[in-house]
């Protein structure tokens, strides 16, 4: 898989549209911040199937991408790609279980999208971000890779515990 593949193919599993109020932001210390998308992408799974006529592959079973220091496993990922003129990778889509993380910071979810072009991943459906001992919990997660900004959104009322809203963890520095 040549280095524009892979970098498609990062950069699709971490964007999605993202509607509602900004539940939190994150500092720009964030370890994700400034991700280098044009890094080369290692992918590995159980299995592939190339689907050409649609211009889709789909990666399968125990599904590690790396790029740059930024791990994301999933069981399923699909890479939809244009042909024309070689392969430009345009989104990819994880699911069954996702996990991205990167130095201290995870971010788990029940799916993911990565818009190479946008350099965002959103995760969706049970989201968790840690960074270090601090916890935020919600339904939707953005994040820019770019600038490291981590945007999380509650959801709508009566879809999980947290009643539609964010909810938070963070560890205080003891005071003596």
């Known amino acids: ?29 964030s370890a994700l911040a400034g991700h280098d998308i044009s890094a080369p992408v290692e992918v590995a799974a159980d299995r592939i199937e190339v689907q050409d006529r649609d211009d889709r592959a789909l990666f399968v ?10 791990t994301l496993r999933t069981a399923r990922l699909r890479i939809a790609y244009a042909s024309q003129g070689g392969i430009d990778i345009q989104r990819l889509d994880a699911s069954g279980g996702v996990t991205v ?11 993911a999208v990565y ?4 350099g965002i991943i959103t995760l969706v459906g049970d989201v968790e971000l840690r960074q270090g001992r601090n916890e935020l919990r919600g339904s939707r997660l953005t994040i820019d890779l770019d600038s490291g ?3 999380i959104d509650g959801g709508p009322r009566g879809v999980d515990q947290r009643g539609g809203r964010v909810t938070g963890r963070f560890t205080v520095p003891d005071r003596n």
């Open 1 to 29: 898989m040549s280095n524009m593949h892979a970098k498609s193919i990062i950069a699709a599993l971490l964007l999605a549209a993202a509607t509602g109020a900004s539940a939190f932001k994150q500092d720009t210390n």
């Open 61 to 70: 079973g125990n599904v590690v991408v790396q790029q740059a220091g930024l």
């Open 101 to 111: 993380s990167s130095g201290a910071e995870t971010a788990r979810g029940d799916y």
């Open 115 to 118: 818009d190479l072009d946008g």
């Open 149 to 151: 900004r981590a945007v």
